[in-house]
């Protein structure tokens, strides 16, 4: 349980014989040991670790060479967690995403073989580039943590994470996901190019025995990763702060510039993660920054801009930080839990 301070601070509900300690030290043991191998990103480490915990998939869009891929196998190897890569084709057909049945004969009987969704973390490298057919076989998985194949349904253990690439400047010969499967990922995030003194630290250990994803050791286990996410339900909203998610949201859905707003899905999603990252903080309630801070990554892929706003050269990201600055905040007190202080330096 929560201390009293307002602290989210309780010992690992790990397997026996798993290292104790609060989901904070366990968060920001992961966090620093992802960054071992994607230096000068700490902020995009600490959403995707965020999407890891509330049990949310995480579209990565940005430029080839600035670490995609070594961040899930980072992740996954942190975690100790079995992980797959799925290059997404052309030719990519579903049964690669989810399996397939094959006769066995000398059990004459039909033997499913898992896909490459069958993991803990799932990269979906340049998941635009695949059909629309192959892109729709993740739907289920990713919504529903499982696969049907031949009228069977295969469940996939927890945690199960889908991260996703695409490439936002090479668009030929790609399928945009459409805003069903768009709405599926808990966030996207950019990861960028990393600052002048974290580039210049790669090319100075670059060939030196620089540590890569699949050294680094972990610091958890995911079976403690899957308890920890059912865990973070306790971390406390306020009624106000659940007023304030539902009144960005109708904004979203009422603006002039947008032509789809903000799903109940994405309200879901946007308190899940505020929940997380208030964790993260060691607080076992959200505050109104914690929904700002998120809300580029869990709203702006959501919503759809008019043909009009595309004319004007309006983005996303601006009509978000709109809504942001006119929707009243609640009073950073009434997020706090009856009988409990605020927890300082949060």
């Given at each position: ?179 069903a499967q768009l709405d599926r990922f808990l966030m996207r995030v950019r990861i960028g190019y990393p600052d002048r003194d974290a580039e210049l630290s790669i090319l100075e250990s670059h ?15 995911a079976l403690t990763v899957a308890r920890w996410q059912q865990r973070l339900a306790e971390v406390y909203v306020a009624p106000s702060l659940a007023r304030y998610i539902l009144d960005v ?98």
């Amino acid at each position: 349980m929560a201390h009293a301070n307002g602290q989210f601070e309780t010992g690992s509900p790990g397997a026996p014989g798993s290292p104790a300690g609060s989901f904070r030290d366990t968060f920001t043991a992961i966090v620093d040991n992802v960054e071992h191998v994607l230096r000068g990103k700490r902020r995009s480490v600490h959403l995707a670790v965020v999407a890891l915990f509330a049990e949310g998939h995480l579209l990565i869009e940005d430029v080839p060479g600035v670490g995609k891929t070594s961040l899930a196998k980072a992740i996954a190897h942190s975690i100790d967690g079995s992980w797959r890569r799925i290059q997404f084709t052309p030719d990519l057909l579903p049964s690669d995403v989810t399996g397939v049945s094959v006769w066995d004969r000398q059990r004459s009987d039909f033997e499913f073989r898992p896909g490459g969704v069958f993991a803990n973390v799932v990269l979906a490298d340049e998941i635009n580039r695949a059909s629309p057919k192959t892109q729709a076989a993740l739907l289920e998985a990713m919504e529903e943590r499982q696969v049907t194949v031949d009228s069977v349904t295969h469940r996939l253990n927890p945690p199960f994470m889908v991260i996703a690439t695409q490439n936002p400047i090479e668009l030929e010969g790609t399928y945009p996901l459409p805003e069903a499967q768009l709405d599926r990922f808990l966030m996207r995030v950019r990861i960028g190019y990393p600052d002048r003194d974290a580039e210049l630290s790669i090319l100075e250990s670059h060939g030196r025995g620089e540590l890569a994803a699949e050294q680094l050791r972990p610091v958890t286990d995911a079976l403690t990763v899957a308890r920890w996410q059912q865990r973070l339900a306790e971390v406390y909203v306020a009624p106000s702060l659940a007023r304030y998610i539902l009144d960005v949201a109708e904004a979203t859905r009422h603006h002039r510039d947008l032509m789809l707003g903000m799903s109940p899905r994405g309200a879901i999603a946007l308190q899940r993660s505020a929940r997380t990252l208030a964790a993260s903080l060691g607080r076992n309630y959200v505050v109104p920054d914690d929904l700002k801070a998120l809300a580029a990554a869990v709203i702006e892929h959501r919503v759809v801009l008019s043909p009009e706003a595309q004319l004007r050269g309006t983005t996303a990201g601006a009509v978000v930080s709109s809504i942001l600055d006119t929707v009243a905040v609640p009073a950073d007190g009434s997020a706090v839990p009856p009988g409990v202080a605020a927890a300082a330096g949060t």
